[in-house]
């Protein structure tokens, strides 16, 4: 059992540090440099996840998990892409708003993972339709624990 605590709070260190690094990585002015970085944010999370319940780690079963999870978020990205086009406010709103996105969507994509692992899977039993719903609400909670930490910031 302590191994299972320990390994929980290892990843929840983990979530937290790659949320603050997702944050950045989405507050980025330029669209396409911010989704590379906030998508290698993401793929060290589950690589550094992987790491702490000894599951092998393969980057493009990764990739495809980001995507089918994360995806669906990626019509809010393109606007936040585009809002970053318009000058002044625009891009503050934007930039703001890219941050709480993606540092929540970070910590949803991370507590999906620590659930599947600590249940025994790993990526190759990976499921995202089984797991949608749970990161949908993942992704909510994120929203709320970023908004209390980092007060000011809305969507």
């Not at 000894?54 to 585009?82: C, H, R, T």
């Not at 625009?90 to 910590?107: E, H, P, W």
């Not at 190759?124 to 609400?137: C, H, M, N, Q, S």
Request: aromatic share 8%.
């Amino acid at each position: 059992m302590a191994d299972t605590e320990t390994n929980t709070a290892r990843a929840g260190q983990s979530i937290k540090h790659h949320r603050l690094a997702a944050a950045a990585a989405g507050a980025l002015p330029t669209p396409w440099v911010g989704w590379a970085a906030l998508a290698g944010v993401q793929l060290n999370l589950l690589r550094c996840l992987a790491n702490i319940y000894g599951v092998e780690f393969s980057a493009q079963i990764g990739k495809s998990a980001i995507g089918a999870l994360v995806g669906s978020d990626l019509s809010i990205g393109v606007a936040l892409g585009l809002a970053k086009a318009l000058p002044g406010p625009g891009l503050i709103t934007s930039m703001a708003s890219g941050g709480l996105l993606g540092a929540a969507s970070t910590y949803a994509l991370g507590k999906v993972f620590v659930q599947h692992f600590e249940s025994g899977n790993t990526f190759l039993t990976f499921d995202p339709e089984k797991v949608r719903a749970y990161y949908a609400r993942q992704y909510e909670q994120g929203k709320e624990d970023v908004r209390k930490n980092f007060a000011g910031l809305k969507p």
